[in-house]
C-alpha cells in the first residue's frame, strides 16, 4: 500500500453500496479505518463529507471525501493503478462497455430489485420483481459476452462489473430466503449462477459481503419496522 | 460508413452533449438523424438493451449512454481539448456532478413537466433547489470544472434551452435564483460547438407542449 495513504470509509453495514467500495478496497489489498454511520443520526463527517445528498458510502481520502459508490471504484482504480489489479481495462471502448454494464445493473437491476423488496404497494413489488428478472435474463447475455471465455464480466480476473453486481449478492440471497424465488437460477442463467458462486469464493468477497443470515434478520427487523410505522432507510 | 458516426435525434439533449465533445475535438463524423417513431435497423442493432440515441459508432463499435459516449470520446481522443480533468479527485468530483445532472435536473424536469398541482409544486421546489446547487457549486468559476470548458459544462449545457420550459411550466425565474448558471450559460452559448448544438428555447417549449400537452 501507498505510504501516507489515509483511507476512512463512511458506510453502514448492510448497504449493498458500501459492500462494493469495500470489495474494491480488499481487492486492491488497501487498508482503511470502517466507519459505521448511524443512518437515523447522521455524523457531523458524514453531513460535511457529502453535504449534496447526505448518503453513504463516501471514502475520504488523506481528508478529501469521494461520493457514489461507482465513483468511488473509479477513483481507488485510478489512485491506486499500481496496486492489485484493475478494475478497468486500459482500451477506451471496453471501459465504456464496462460502464454501460454498471449502470444496466444500477437502473435496470439495482432499482427494480429495491422496488421488489421495498414498494409500498403489492402492484409496485410485482412490477419490481419482473424488472429485475428481466435484467438478470439480459445480464446472463452480457456475462457471455464479456468474460470472453473467463469466469468474470471483467474477463480473466475481477472488473468493475463483478464488483457493481458483487456488491448486492448478501441482498439477492436475502432476497431469495424472503420471497422464495430463485434469482440466480442455475436452470434458466447458468453463466450467472456459477458467477455466483464464483464470486463469494474470493477473498475479497468473504472479506467484504455482509452475513446474509445477520442480513436476513436486519431485513426482517426493517420489514416489521416499516409495517408498524413510516420508516425509510436512508442510505 | 464513416469511421465516426452519430446515431441521433435533431431535439436531444443528451445527442447535442455528443456532438459538442465531437466538435470541441474536432473529430469528423456522420451525423444521422433517427426517426425515433420507427427505429432504424442500425439503431436496434446498435442499442439492442435500449434502444435509445444517442448512440456513437466507432469504426462500427457501437458506444450507448450520453455520459459514458463522453468519457469515451475523451479517452479515445485524449490528445486535443480534455474534457475531464487529469487529476483523479478532480475527475471523480466532475462525474459526481454530471451525475447529480442526470439524475437531480432530468428527474425534476420530468415530475415538473408531466404532473400537476402539489406534485407539481414539489417538483418545482426540488428543480429550483437543484439549479441553486449547481448554482452554488459554479461559484464564481468561469466553468464547472475552473477555467477550462469540460466535462460537467457538456452534460449540463444542452440542458439550458430547457430553462425557458421550466420557468412557463413552474412559474419562476431561473435568474433570479441562478444568476451564475444564468451568465455560465451564456459563456458557452459562445462556443461554436454549443451554439450550433442547442435547440432554440421556444422550440424546446413547442415541443414540450406537443409532448406533455399544454401547462
Known sequence: ?235 | MADVMLLDFWASPFGQRCRIALAEKGVAYEYSEQNLEQKSELLLRSNPVHKKIPVLLHGGRPVCESLIILTYIDEAWPEMMPLLPRDPYARAQARFWANYIDNKIVDCQTRLLTTKGEAQEQAKKDMIGALKTLDSELGDKDYFGGQAFGFVDVAFVTLTPWFYTYEKYGDFSVEEHCPRIVAWAARCRERESVAKALTDPEKVYEIVQEEYGAN
Open chain 1, 1 to 235: 500500500m501507498a505510504g501516507g495513504d489515509d483511507l476512512k470509509l463512511l458506510g453502514a453495514w448492510p448497504s449493498p453500496f458500501v459492500t462494493r467500495v469495500k470489495l474494491a478496497l480488499a481487492l486492491k489489498g488497501l487498508s482503511y479505518e470502517d466507519v459505521e454511520e448511524d443512518l437515523y443520526k447522521k455524523s457531523e463527517l458524514l453531513l460535511k463529507s457529502n453535504p449534496v445528498h447526505k448518503k453513504i458510502p463516501v471514502l475520504i481520502h488523506n481528508g478529501a471525501p469521494v461520493c457514489e459508490s461507482m465513483i468511488i471504484l473509479q477513483y481507488i482504480d485510478e489512485v491506486f493503478a499500481s496496486t492489485g489489479p484493475s478494475l478497468l481495462p486500459a482500451d477506451p471502448y471496453e471501459r465504456a462497455i464496462a460502464r454501460f454494464w454498471v449502470a444496466y445493473v444500477d437502473d435496470k437491476l439495482v432499482a427494480p430489485w429495491r422496488q421488489w423488496l421495498r414498494g409500498k404497494t403489492e402492484e409496485e413489488k410485482s412490477e419490481g420483481k419482473k424488472q429485475a428478472f428481466a435484467a438478470v435474463g439480459v445480464l446472463e447475455g452480457a456475462l457471455r459476452e464479456c468474460s470472453k471465455g473467463g469466469g468474470f464480466f471483467g474477463g480473466d480476473g475481477v472488473g468493475l462489473v463483478d464488483v457493481a453486481l458483487g456488491g448486492v449478492l448478501s441482498w439477492m440471497k436475502v432476497t431469495e430466503a424472503l420471497s422464495g424465488d430463485k434469482i440466480f437460477d442455475a436452470a434458466k442463467t447458468p453463466l450467472l449462477a456459477a458467477w455466483v458462486e464464483r464470486f463469494i469464493e474470493l477473498d475479497a468477497a468473504k472479506a467484504a459481503l455482509p452475513d446474509v443470515g445477520r442480513l436476513l434478520e436486519f431485513a426482517k427487523a426493517r420489514e416489521a419496522a416499516a409495517a408498524a410505522s413510516k420508516d425509510e432507510f436512508n442510505d
